[in-house]
């Protein structure tokens, strides 16, 4: 079996928001670019399958060239090699036909793994669109997969609950956070070890842009109003105090 | 009639033959204990670089002082006084039997005139009362009223019978000593003795007693010694040897990891990191467990055993001790069997280093343990390893602040460092970067600095020493980060550095130059204190209460306690908690536990509430975890702000000037 891990890197999508400061409608060029945060949810679900299953893992990209030296932290975790597929593009459309492009070089792809959302855009749709471009099934916001015969039985989480779905054949799924899935720190030996695996760069190809123009990205200034509520005397009056409180605000 | 050595007695000088099987056994236990404790990595202290009071690889005034005049025991007054009879009275036993031994050998005139009546008399008789008395005292204690600390989590066997054999050949000895005043009338001095023969009175039955009681108090006497390396008895001789051994510098030092035979993948050499097995230790450590008294003064001064987490620092030591003794050197299920979620537990705050009278490094071993889990195994805790990765990706390990960089320094005119044209960095580290609340020490110091005319200046990008990554176990992260620091150090002229964390200040004093990182750091108590007495700074002294929490990494760990107290002195009135010093207790938040999810009480509420009981004006402390740790804590009892860094309190009063 091969599992691709699709993994992308973003700038920290953990500036403080004092510190946030946008250029061209984008993060600022100097903070620091990592993986996506749910990308590295996907390669620990992707590693664990690897070792319960004994497969093969390959992670693909779609970035730009310096990416690739905070990638190899996702072949330090288990993967055993990285297709990158060199491009700067934002469109969605462009990026799923891309990792499509790439996926079709590997031959062999039985399951795609990705991030529910980049942690940059936030729109989690790439995933679809390439599951539709492969002619893969698509399953979004899955927690647990496991294999079932020759099918996958996942565990899917909404916010409404969760569901357990069966799907055959090759699938594109899209993975969110869960305890079980909590990235690991690579070990020393594996860091070592992913300097030395192989790294395939690819030339982007030309996709269909969305007809979308981006008019104006606006970032809302955070505010906190802080309200105490008195938590020695009666636990059980306080938590009912927050309760209706947070019904009024309608956060609930 | 003067005392005559062997009277009543046939034959008496064989007791001098069997010695020497006795001398035997006695080697051959002792061998068996350095066969095991060699099976450890690398000899045992390899570092015989000379300094002061060192001979070789042996520390001579820890010898004596820790090893043989065993001090830290007194730190518990009664049990150290009990144990300093039995051991002392031991001593002054063992020197007379000697004495006896050269006087039947060479002639040595012992038994005449004042050192008769004072020594071999008097002395001897008291040193036999001191021992009874401390073995009754550790008896008592052990069987009828044991303290947690001896009970927990395991208590230690096979002390009573050689305690109580100690006890039979002490008791056997008056015996034989009262038999002989019967039969020879009032010996001056013994009066033990001179007592005992009193009650016998004088009858010929006392000459056979004497005579039997003899023999079984000299075999007694001799099957003893030989008993001891086979007892627990036998911390005797390995305290002292692990008390000359063991590096005097406070808190622990870990060594140097060499990553580099990781480049190549086929190596043979790949060093284990960390420690899973026994045999991974070096023999300093295999000599700690094998030294381990199961006291439990390191478990009864633990923050993290104290307040009801699974790691108990006598837990780890003992469990090691038994495997050791077991011969499961290359078992390396013992990592599991003492569990991560207890080893992540420890804060690294060297408390029950200091309280051991073996001088044992327990820090170490769960350091060491912690390094395997991390590097090897990738076993962290969720919140740590987040700091982790936080530190990985961003340099520093807030992950999730909400606090910007930049934002303690927006209103302030702070210099950047300038090369050639700067004194000293102000090195503002990770929590002071990033934490809302310790941003303000680093306000305080600017305006303090910059109110003294000092020459300083901050870097323009913010970054970490990387201690939390050391302490997390993750070495190979605090080495890249060091190795960044030190290079752009380096660059940039840096020579002298003001820290206002004291992790900072113990990696760059203790840790960077192992990595070629050579600077004059002072940690900012100290540079206040030396403004304060150049007459740089003056203070508005207020009839303010104050009470000082110390920092584990500027007191215990770098011996730095009274400097913070003098500048608290300036302000106001220092007052105390019960614990301080050396024996002060954790904010919880050392050994990366800033980070952790904590079960049991929380030990910053523990220290806070000790804090807050001095009934204080204000609590200072100078490291600004200690400063987010007790802050959280103390908002359990109060909702005053009453807990502030020293530089905060300073820059406060030079603002009221
Ligand atoms: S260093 Fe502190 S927390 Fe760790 S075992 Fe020792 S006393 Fe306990
Ligand atoms: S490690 Fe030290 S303090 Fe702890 S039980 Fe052993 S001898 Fe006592």
Redesign the pocket.
Known sequence: MHIVVLAKVVPDYEVPAGDFELTNSRAHARYKRMMGLYDENAIESGVQLKEKYSSSLTIVSYGIKGDIQILRKAVAMGGEKLSLVVGNSDDPHIIAANLKMAIDKLEDVDLVLAGQQSADMDRGIVHGMLAEMLGFTFIPQVAKIEQDGDQWKVIQNTESGSSELKCGGKAVLSITSVPENVPRIPVVRSIFAAKKKPVDTLSEIEGDAMLIDEVLVNIPKMESVCEFLPAEDDMAETAKILLSKLREERLI | MGRIPYWNINLGILIDAFAVPMIVIFVYGMYGHWKRIRQGKVRINPDLSKSAGKIGPVYIYALLTKGILGTRIYKKIYTGVAHGGLFWGMVILLLGTILVFLNVLFGLPVFRGGFNRWFMSFALDLAGIAVICGILFFLFRRLVFPPERLTEPKARTGFSPIVLLLGVVILTGFVVEGGRIACNGIDNGSFIGNYLSMMFGKTDAWLTVHRYMWWIHGLLALGFLAYIPYSPLVHLVLVPVNAALADPMPGTKMGLIDFSSFEDEESEEMPVLGAATLADFSQKRLLDYSTCLWCGR?HE?????QTGKP???KG?IITLAESLQDGHVEDDSLIDSLTSEALF?????????EACPALIN??KT?MKFRQNLVMERSEIPEMMGKANSSLELRGHPFFGTGAGPRDWCKDLNVPVFEEGKTEYLLWIGCSVTYEERAQQIAGSMVKILSHAGTSFGILEDFRCTGDPAKQMGNEFLFAELAQQNIEDFSDMGIKKIITMCPHCYNSFTRHYPKLGGNYQVIPHSLFLKSLLKAGRLRLNRESKTICYHDP?YLGRRNAIYDEPRDVVNSMGKLVEMARNRNESF?CGG??GNYWAEEVGTRINQVRAKEALDTGADFIATSCPFCLLMLTDGAKKFTEDQKIFDIAELVALQLEER
């Open positions: 390191c001064v633990c923050p993290a055993a790691l108990s620092p780890v537990c420890c804060t690294t705050c060297a408390a029950c280093m327990q820090p769960i584990c954790c050392g050994g």
